[in-house]
Structures are given as structure tokens and as C-alpha cells.
């Protein structure tokens, strides 16, 4: 887990932007565009170049322009330029897609954030507020005190920062304000392959380059577990490095984040936990929160994926999981245990395969998606972990 890494944009979205009654199709965070228009140039200024011509009806051909943008290049022959991350195209400057970005700066790097609801395209920017600075001393005996006062605060804080994010406290949600907007009535289509690309009603739209998952099972970890915790004939399904984060979720109808463990744990001794505290709750989009690596949703406390999240909860990343076509567990390096371990892994709450449907299913509204792995136990439980 990365605690430095920022709240996912769908999160944000469904609080900062999405408005009473509407639906989030999914939202993004997008920093440099270009523009692929007849009758100008990559900036936006009046140009005659054959390079955006006809390219842009109806979107097509500004898929292949903006890949040609994401190398730097154009018509400036910048190499220096950054790097795009989506594209405004369309067949005049007066397009539709041209005058709803007519306020934004093209070519450089600024934060914002994309989503399509169900009743509109929003394009949002961040908002920051910054503290009111404090009166300058004017005595050289205030000044002196100023300063003991700035190094007592240096000296007493000594919580973790992980980039904006604080042990123990929670992440905050960043505040977003609307910049633009484009109504769903002049929305023609939204096409999704190897781009998203809203194409409005009159032939101008936005492509938005989103790079594919890639999620890779840890090659180490399948050795480990292959040679020391598989039994003769059992075949290994999956194996996970371990997940570091809370768990979150939903319990006999109670939404609790984080999650403690109700039953019985192994007699480890672990560190002061010193993490950030998960952002106000969005289950939808669970995936989003830096602090989070697994959700469940069990209708008791006794429910099997709440054995399972127990474990993970109470690790803090010790604990892992593991599958094969036999069984599913959690297994912790038995040297936690024994100062002399006898074995490599020491298995806690095993459950027989055929009681679990396992999946690998993308969940909440934020591009690039996130994969995840899932598993459905036969009462009805179920327990998702972020896939590494």
C-alpha cells in the first residue's frame, strides 16, 4: 500500500460533484491536454496545418493524434512539452468540446478532475485553502518566542507523514469545484477501448488516454507457497503478497471502517500502528482510499469472509491469502511465532474450496479501473482484497 497516494477520483466525485439523485459513471483525474481541431493548432491559436484537418469528424482519427501528443510531439516540434493525458477534438474552434474548455490552459499541468454522471460531463479544479499567516512579531523578544514556539511544534509532532496524509488521522477529501459542464443532451456517445472518448452532437469530444490494468501475481510468492505450504496433489489458485491497509465494511447492516477483529487472534505481538485513518466512508468506491486493502460484507460476525478479514485486519500485512484448488486460508510467516519455526507458514481460518466462488472483478467508478480479487463464500459472505 502506498499512504501517500492521493483519494481516487471517484470518490471524490461522488462527494464534491455529483449532485442529489444523480449517478457517477466514473470520474478521472486528467493534468495536460492538446487540441486536435481543424483550424488550429495543438494550443489552441489559428493554424493552417494538415496535421488536425478532417481528422476530427465525428472523433475519428484523434485517437491516433493524441498518441502523438503523448510523446511530446505536434506541431511546435516541442520535445520538451509535457505529455498528454487527453485530447479536445472537433471540426472548428466553435465546436462544443472547444468552448467548454475555453477557460482551461492547454499544454500544461494542472489537476483536475473529469466525470460523466448521468445527467452531465463535469470538468472540476481543486481547490485549496491556505492558513492565514500569522501577524510578524515586531520585538526581537517576540520574534525569539515565535521561533520556540515553531521548534516546540517541531519537536512534539513526531507522527508519520505519508505526502499530504497524517498517522492517525483521517484523509481528508479534497475539495473540487466545477469548472465546466456539458449536459447529457449534447452527449452523442461514450466509447471505451484502448481510449474513453465522449463524442458530443456535433462531432467534437474529448479522448482520454487510460492506460490498462496490469495486475501481476508475485512470482516470488507463488514459489514460497508452492514449495512450503501446498500439499502433495493440491495446486496452487492464487497467492497474494501481502495486502498492508485496514479493513473496511459492512457487517449484520453496520458499516464499520475500520474493521476490529470480534474473534480470536494468534498471540502475536505487533508495533504501534502508525497509518493514516481512513478517508469519511464511500463503499462504492472502497478501492479509492489509500488506506483501505480489503472491504467485507457479511451478514454477521460469524459469517466466513469475517473469519478471513479478522486475520487481515488484526496482520496489518502479516497475514495473506492464499488458494488452492483444495482449500482457501490465511498464512503468516511462522517465524512471527517461533524463534526457531519449524515450518515456513502457519495456517489460520481454512475453509474447503468448492465453499468459495473466487473472482477477479473491477469495482468503483475511478479509470483506470482497479482489479481487485474477490471471494463469495457459500453463506452468503464475501470479502474483497485489492489486488497487488
Known amino acids: 500500500m502506498i499512504f501517500s497516494a492521493p483519494l481516487g477520483p471517484g470518490h471524490v466525485a461522488r462527494q464534491h460533484v455529483c449532485r442529489a439523485g444523480e449517478t457517477l459513471q466514473w470520474a478521472m483525474y486528467r493534468q495536460t491536454f492538446y487540441y486536435a481541431v481543424d483550424g488550429l493548432d495543438k494550443l489552441g491559436a489559428p493554424s493552417k496545418s494538415v496535421l488536425t484537418r478532417g481528422l476530427s469528424a465525428v472523433g475519428r482519427g484523434a485517437g491516433d493524434l493524441a498518441l502523438t501528443f503523448v510523446g511530446g510531439g505536434g506541431d511546435s516540434g516541442d520535445d520538451k512539452a509535457p505529455e498528454a493525458d487527453h485530447v479536445v477534438f472537433g471540426p472548428s474552434g466553435s465546436s462544443l468540446a472547444v468552448r467548454a474548455v475555453s477557460g482551461l490552459s492547454p499544454g500544461g499541468r494542472q489537476n483536475r478532475l473529469w466525470a460523466l454522471t448521468s445527467t452531465r460531463l463535469v470538468i472540476a479544479h481543486r481547490v485549496t485553502v491556505e492558513a492565514p499567516a500569522e501577524p510578524e512579531p515586531k520585538s526581537f523578544l517576540g520574534k525569539a518566542i515565535g521561533f520556540g514556539k515553531d521548534v516546540g511544534k517541531i519537536l512534539t509532532d513526531n507522527r508519520?507523514?505519508?505526502?499530504?496524509?497524517?498517522?492517525?488521522?483521517?484523509?481528508?477529501?479534497?475539495?473540487?469545484?466545477?469548472?465546466?459542464?456539458?449536459?447529457?443532451?449534447?452527449?452523442?456517445?461514450?466509447?471505451?477501448?484502448?481510449?474513453?472518448?465522449?463524442?458530443?452532437?456535433?462531432?467534437?469530444?474529448?479522448?482520454?488516454?487510460?492506460?490498462?490494468?496490469?495486475?501481476?501475481?508475485?512470482?516470488?510468492?507463488?514459489?514460497?507457497?508452492?514449495?512450503?505450504?501446498?500439499r502433495r496433489g493440491e495446486n496452487l489458485v492464487l497467492g497474494l503478497p501481502p495486502v498492508v491497509g485496514y479493513v473496511g465494511g459492512v457487517v449484520g447492516g453496520s458499516l464499520q471502517v475500520p474493521w476490529s477483529p470480534v474473534g480470536a487472534m494468534p498471540p502475536l505481538s505487533l508495533d504501534k500502528l502508525r497509518w493514516p485513518l481512513p478517508a469519511p466512508p464511500s463503499?462504492?468506491?472502497?478501492?479509492?482510499?489509500?488506506?483501505?486493502?480489503?472491504?467485507?460484507?457479511?451478514?454477521?460476525?460469524?459469517?466466513?469472509?469475517?473469519?478471513?478479514?479478522?486475520?487481515?485486519?488484526?496482520?496489518?500485512?502479516?497475514?495473506?491469502?492464499?488458494?488452492?484448488?483444495?482449500?482457501v486460508a490465511v498464512v503468516y510467516p511462522t517465524h512471527l511465532f517461533e524463534a526457531k519455526p519449524s515450518s515456513v507458514f502457519t495456517t489460520f481460518a481454512e475453509f474447503p474450496r468448492n465453499a468459495v466462488r473466487l473472482e477477479t472483478p473491477y469495482v468503483g467508478a475511478s479509470l483506470p479501473v482497479q482489479p481487485i480479487v474477490r471471494l463469495t463464500f457459500a453463506d452468503g459472505s464475501r470479502l474483497d482484497l485489492r489486488h497487488p
Request: aromatic share 10%.
Open 283 to 327: 463503499p462504492p468506491d472502497w478501492p479509492d482510499d489509500p488506506t483501505l486493502g480489503y472491504w467485507v460484507e457479511a451478514p454477521g460476525a460469524s459469517s466466513m469472509a469475517v473469519q478471513l478479514a479478522d486475520h487481515f485486519a488484526f496482520s496489518r500485512g502479516n497475514g495473506r491469502l492464499a488458494v488452492s484448488d483444495q482449500r
Open 160 to 230: 508519520r507523514k505519508f505526502g499530504e496524509h497524517v498517522e492517525g488521522e483521517p484523509i481528508a477529501v479534497p475539495d473540487y469545484q466545477v469548472t465546466a459542464e456539458i449536459p447529457r443532451a449534447q452527449i452523442a456517445d461514450v466509447q471505451f477501448g484502448p481510449s474513453v472518448r465522449v463524442v458530443l452532437v456535433d462531432g467534437s469530444g474529448f479522448e482520454f488516454l487510460v492506460p490498462p490494468p496490469a495486475p501481476a501475481q508475485d512470482k516470488i510468492v507463488e514459489k514460497e507457497l508452492t514449495k512450503h505450504w501446498l
